[in-house]
């Protein structure tokens, strides 16, 4: 690939460059255009930057105007440079929702080793990792947060499975005493995800499974004064999630779960309210996702 930057900054332009470059996977070439190299040019003017881009791997050009002047002047290489990366990522993505064109394109096509590198910089991972810290709220208004992993796996463009394992603990008071609540679960859900500009939202329907401990001491320390409760629980489990910036490779999760425990487990509190891993909870998490 080979990016041009007309009448910029120095320092601008270089930066644009080099952040392009990483968001399209791409090494740059100071080359003409050819039938093997994708050519951006960019020529700035005052308040805005007018975008070129020829690309021989579907035989097409295609243009845009980005403002340039409503961004910080700290940030206006990273505005350049991720216009630049739409514009190509647009043209290329005609490789995947139209691979074999009946219109026969006038000028030569790129050989076949560049469509597939542009290809694969254009065509989701069919799996995404994260990492999440989560809040689990419990029927009995009790708190207890943890975290864990997820994973997404595509099925298609729209449907995914999502599989997660979490581990929550909590320190929890009564005027009684103290009780320690502990509570690994796994989960497995279909889902559905849609198209929102910067944002991808998604929702997904499937069933959580886990283990609790909850071990109480009693105010006064004395021994043979604690309980155990422990046992297993099941429910189904409903998840809005939303992912800004999906299209980077690495970019923030958030998701709000409400479930049900149709098998769960109650510890009693003499004079106090029983802490509740049963009837309806509720969890809001926090991760950080990679493709």
């Not at 105007?65 to 505005?79: D, E, G, I, K, Y």
Request: proline letters at 6%.
């Amino acid at each position: 690939m080979s990016i041009a930057v007309v009448g910029c900054d120095d320092a601008l332009a270089r930066e644009a460059q080099r952040i392009a470059a990483i968001e399209l996977r791409a090494v740059l070439v100071d080359a003409t255009p050819d039938i093997a190299t994708t050519f951006v040019t960019a020529t700035c003017a005052a308040e805005s930057a007018d975008l070129r881009v020829l690309d021989p791997t579907t035989s097409k050009s295609v243009e845009r105007s980005v403002a340039l002047a409503q961004a910080a002047p700290t940030a206006r290489a990273r505005l350049l440079a991720l216009a630049i990366a739409e514009l190509v990522a647009a043209s290329w993505s005609e490789l995947e929702s139209n691979p074999q064109p009946k219109a026969p394109p006038a000028a030569p096509r790129a050989p076949e080793v560049a469509r597939e590198a542009a290809r694969g910089v254009i065509a989701r991972p069919p799996i995404e990792l994260a990492a999440v810290v989560d809040a689990h709220l419990l029927a009995s208004r009790d708190l207890i947060l943890g975290g864990g992993a997820r994973t997404e796996i595509s099925l298609s463009p729209r449907f995914f499975l999502g599989v997660d394992a979490l581990v929550h603990h909590g320190e929890l008071s009564r005027a009684s005493g103290t009780i320690a609540v502990t509570m690994p679960s796994v989960s497995g859900a279909l889902g559905a995800s849609f198209d929102a500009g910067s944002l991808r939202p998604s929702v997904s329907l499937g069933a959580r499974a886990g283990y609790v401990w909850m071990s109480g001491v009693a105010s006064n320390g004395a021994m043979g004064t604690g309980y155990r409760w422990q046992g297993a629980w099941v429910g189904p489990e409903l998840t809005a999630e939303v992912r800004p910036w999906r299209q980077r490779r690495v970019h923030p999760v958030l998701a709000l779960s409400v479930g049900a425990h149709l098998l769960g487990v109650r510890g009693t509190v003499e004079n106090g309210r029983d802490v509740m891993a049963t009837a309806f909870w509720a969890g809001l998490s926090l991760g950080a996702a990679v493709r």
